[in-house]
C-alpha cells in the first residue's frame, strides 16, 4: 500500500511542477505585456508630441496588383487558348506643412487599371491591355488660424481621367470658408463660395456652377497599419444635377518591412457623367426616349483594388 502511495505521488508530481510553471509562464507574460503596453503608450504620447511640432510631413504609399493567366486547349471554357490580365496601380502621397498661424495641406490619388483578354483562335479581337481604372485626383488646401482647431481657407481641387478623354470632363473646385481640425490626422472643409469649373468637349451636357464644396480627409498610421478616407462633395447652387462627390478608400498592412498588403475602394455620385456616358452610347432605333437628367439612370460609380503595397 505504501509503494502504490509512493508511485502515485511520484507520477503526480511532474504535473504538478507542470502546472505551477504554466501559472508562472503566465504571469510573466502578463507583466511583460503590461510593460510594453506602457510603453507603447509613452511612445504614442512623444509621436503626437513630434505631430504637434511645425515642420513638413511628407509621406505616400501605393498599391500593386497583377494577375496574369494563360491557357491552351482548356476545352472546359468557352475559348480553350487564351491570355489574359488585370494590372492595377495606386498611389496615395501628401505632402502638409504646419506653422503656428497657418497650414498647407497637399495631396494626391492616382489609381490606373488596365485589362487585356486575347482569344487567341480569334485573330480580329484586341491582344492588347486596354484601360480600365483611371483615376486622377490632386487638392492644396491653405488655412489661416483663427482659432485653435478652426482656420479660414482656401482649397484648388482637380480631378480628372490621364489614361483616356484626359480633361474631358476636367473638374477644379476654387473656393474660401473654414476648415476645422478637431484631431491632428482629421481635416473637415466647409468652403460655402466655391465655383465647380468643368472642362469637356461637350458643353451641353457639362457645366460649370457655383455651389458650397466639402471635403473630409482622414489619414492615420497605427503600427503596421495605414489607411486614408477622403470625401470630396460638392452641391451647385443652380441646379442638383451638377453637384457630385467622390469617396476613396485606401488601406495597407505591413507585412515585411516596407512591403504588404493593401485594398483601395472608390465611390462616385455624378449625373453629368452618368447622362454622357447614356448619350454616347444611345442608339435612336432602339425605340427608348432620348437620355436627359430627367430620366437618366444615376447608378453609384465604384471600383476596388486588391494587391501588395509598399510604403514609403
Known amino acids: ?100 498661424k497657418f497650414f498647407w495641406r497637399n495631396s494626391l490619388n492616382v489609381n490606373l487599371g488596365w485589362v487585356k483578354f486575347d482569344d487567341k483562335d480569334d485573330p480580329t479581337d484586341d491582344d492588347s491591355f486596354r484601360e480600365a481604372t483611371d483615376v486622377f485626383n490632386i487638392s492644396s488646401l491653405y488655412g489661416r488660424n483663427i482659432f485653435k482647431n478652426v482656420a479660414a481657407s482656401a482649397l484648388a481641387e482637380y480631378r480628372t481621367t490621364i489614361l483616356n478623354n484626359f480633361n474631358d470632363p476636367g473638374y477644379l473646385d476654387v473656393g474660401v470658408g473654414a476648415t476645422w481640425t478637431p484631431l491632428e490626422n482629421l481635416v473637415v472643409v466647409v468652403h460655402p463660395l466655391n465655383y465647380n469649373f468643368v472642362f469637356a468637349d461637350d458643353d451641353t451636357i457639362f457645366e460649370s456652377s457655383l455651389g458650397a464644396k466639402i471635403l473630409v480627409d482622414y489619414t492615420r498610421e497605427i503600427g503596421k497599419i495605414s489607411f486614408k478616407s477622403n470625401l470630396s462633395a460638392f452641391q451647385s447652387y443652380e441646379s442638383s444635377d451638377l453637384s457630385n462627390w467622390t469617396w476613396i478608400n485606401s488601406f495597407g498592412y505591413k507585412v515585411w518591412k516596407s512591403l504588404g498588403v493593401g485594398f483601395e475602394f472608390g465611390l462616385r455620385g455624378n449625373k453629368q457623367e452618368a447622362l454622357n456616358f447614356a448619350t454616347t452610347n444611345f442608339v435612336p432605333e432602339s425605340g427608348e426616349p432620348v437620355p436627359t437628367f430627367e430620366n437618366v439612370d444615376n447608378e453609384v460609380q465604384s471600383y476596388w483594388l486588391l494587391g501588395l503595397t509598399y510604403a514609403f
Open 1 to 100: 500500500m505504501k509503494k502504490l502511495i509512493l508511485i502515485t505521488a511520484l507520477l503526480a508530481l511532474p504535473i504538478a511542477t507542470w502546472a505551477q510553471t504554466k501559472e508562472e509562464l503566465k504571469a510573466q507574460k502578463a507583466e511583460k505585456q503590461a510593460e510594453a503596453d506602457a510603453a507603447q503608450a509613452e511612445a504614442n504620447a512623444i509621436q503626437a508630441k513630434i505631430d504637434a511640432l511645425p515642420g513638413w510631413r511628407i509621406g505616400a504609399f501605393g498599391t500593386v496588383g497583377v494577375n496574369l493567366a494563360s491557357f491552351n486547349n482548356w476545352y472546359a471554357q468557352g475559348t480553350p487558348n487564351v491570355n489574359s490580365g488585370n494590372i492595377g496601380v495606386t498611389v496615395n502621397s501628401f505632402a502638409n506643412l504646419k506653422q503656428e
